[in-house]
């Protein structure tokens, strides 16, 4: 296979570029999904003590739940606030990102066979073996490929960059040698 050209920016960009951050927010964020559930508990045994009679132990109940209940409630808010400037940052990055490349009108050499990858451009060149990446999920017509550790050191491919055969050919070798994402529904 021959060397394929590739534009830095292409058409497909923001959805590639939209997808990396919301895996981000996924991954970031995730955890904390066990939260609402807390909240919900806690809510539920604070609104069940208000029904019963007080007594010493009933109100040490009450006011235990309802520490812990503001607790979570706030410790909610601040994540949810943290959420949003993120995913806000995240926004403006790839507003700034995509201006950027679209900018610069050198195009990267790309070539893959079934033992690396390579990348070149006037001023660099880099090999990269497969057995660097561990993941591969496919999204809109784009193809994703992630290392194990950094979520925004994967690489992503569209039908329209590489053509369908090269597109599918890469598809077919990321198969084989690596793991689907998990955690992705195909989109």
Do not use: C
């Not at 394929?4 to 995730?30: C, G, H, K």
């Not at 045994?45 to 739940?65: G, M, N, P, R, Y």
């Amino acid at each position: 296979m021959k060397p394929l050209e590739l534009p830095r920016a292409t058409p497909d960009l923001n959805d590639q570029l939209s997808f990396l951050i919301d895996r981000e927010m996924y991954v970031r964020y995730s955890r904390y999904r066990r939260l609402i559930y807390m909240i919900a508990a806690f809510l539920f045994l604070f609104i069940e003590s208000q029904f019963l009679t007080d007594t010493q132990t009933v109100v040490f109940a009450k006011v235990t739940t309802k520490a812990i209940l503001s607790t979570l409630v706030a410790f909610l808010l601040i994540m949810f606030f943290a959420f949003l400037v993120t995913k806000q940052k995240r926004k403006l990055w790839k507003i700034r990102t995509i201006r950027k490349l679209s900018q610069v009108n050198n195009a990267i050499k790309f070539y893959f066979d079934d033992k690396r990858l390579l990348f070149k451009t006037e001023s660099h060149t880099s090999e990269i073996k497969w057995e660097y990446y561990k993941y591969w999920v496919e999204n809109k017509d784009s193809l994703f490929i992630f290392p194990e550790k950094n979520l925004y050191e994967a690489i992503y491919y569209s039908k329209a960059e590489l053509g369908i055969d090269n597109y599918d050919s890469l598809k077919q070798i990321a198969a084989k040698k690596l793991e689907v994402l998990p955690g992705v529904k195909y989109l």
